[in-house]
């Protein structure tokens, strides 16, 4: 199946400092990717979805001058968490959809970028 | 609002039968995914259903009812290296946005 990479996988950062984490599709183009964010012992939520050339458009609760994101071509996306503070500290995770597999499962995810911040 | 529901654990025994059961009510529904998410790892994905029924993917099954609001996922011979969390996740909207339930951990014993 496609790959995709996320970088990095773990970041450590001092709290006030932003991060960029990176999201790649290596093999093939997405023109629509999601950034997910995902507490200890707590399922997947959705914050964004990532459209190549225009606007990201955020889930409700999601403040988007914090999380920015910016999908300049249709294999890179990437997702900027500006002032970062301990409640920031998560496991965020990417996917990319296939527009050309035909298959079923046209999302892939990333490996996931683990930060925290002290 | 949208609600994706699924219990929140669940323990089985090795080579027995479990199924994962998980209820939704969303608006837009294009599809129910379920993926498997090991600790620390990015989720894999099982199964896919859009229409009504039951799809089988070896050790794996997953049944729908749109009517329902209503998935379940089967995993049957249960081997020690299936405890993992499983989660449900609704495809909708125009940019097919996947919304992920609560998400189940399974603990497969001896």
């Known amino acids: 199946g496609a790959v995709v990479s996320q970088h990095p996988s773990w970041v450590i950062c001092k709290s006030g400092t932003s991060v960029k984490i990176e999201c790649r599709s290596l093999?093939?183009?997405?023109?629509?990717m999601f950034w997910y964010r995902q507490f200890p012992k707590q399922s997947l939520m959705l914050m964004a979805t990532?459209?190549?050339?225009?606007?990201?458009?955020?889930e409700q609760g999601v403040e988007k001058d914090k999380f920015l994101i910016n999908h300049a071509s249709l294999t890179l996306s990437t997702l900027t968490v500006t002032s970062a503070h301990p409640e920031d500290s998560s496991f965020y995770i990417c996917?990319?959809?296939?527009?050309?597999?035909?298959?079923?499962?046209?999302?892939?995810f990333g490996p996931g970028t683990r930060l925290t911040v002290l | 609002g949208q609600n994706i529901d699924q219990p929140t654990e669940m323990t089985a025994t090795e080579g027995a039968i479990v199924q994962i059961n998980c209820t939704y009510q969303?608006?837009?529904?294009?599809?129910l995914f379920w993926y498997q998410q090991h600790a620390g790892e990015a989720p894999t994905f099982l199964s896919y259903?859009?229409?009504?029924g039951l799809e089988e993917k070896g050790r794996f099954s997953s049944f729908l009812s749109r009517s329902k609001g209503y998935s379940y996922l089967l995993l049957k011979e249960l081997q020690m290296k299936d405890s993992a969390s499983y989660l449900c996740?609704?495809?909708?909207?125009?940019?097919?946005?996947?919304?992920f339930g609560t998400g189940t951990r399974l603990l497969v014993s001896p």
């Open positions: 996917s990319a959809r296939d527009l050309t597999g035909g298959s079923a499962d046209t999302q892939y």
């Open positions: 093999d093939f183009q997405a023109t629509t």
């Open positions: 990532s459209n190549e050339g225009s606007k990201a458009t955020y």
């Open positions: 969303t608006s837009g529904f294009n599809g």
């Open positions: 259903n859009v229409l009504d």
């Open positions: 996740a609704v495809r909708q909207g125009g940019f097919q946005k996947l919304v």
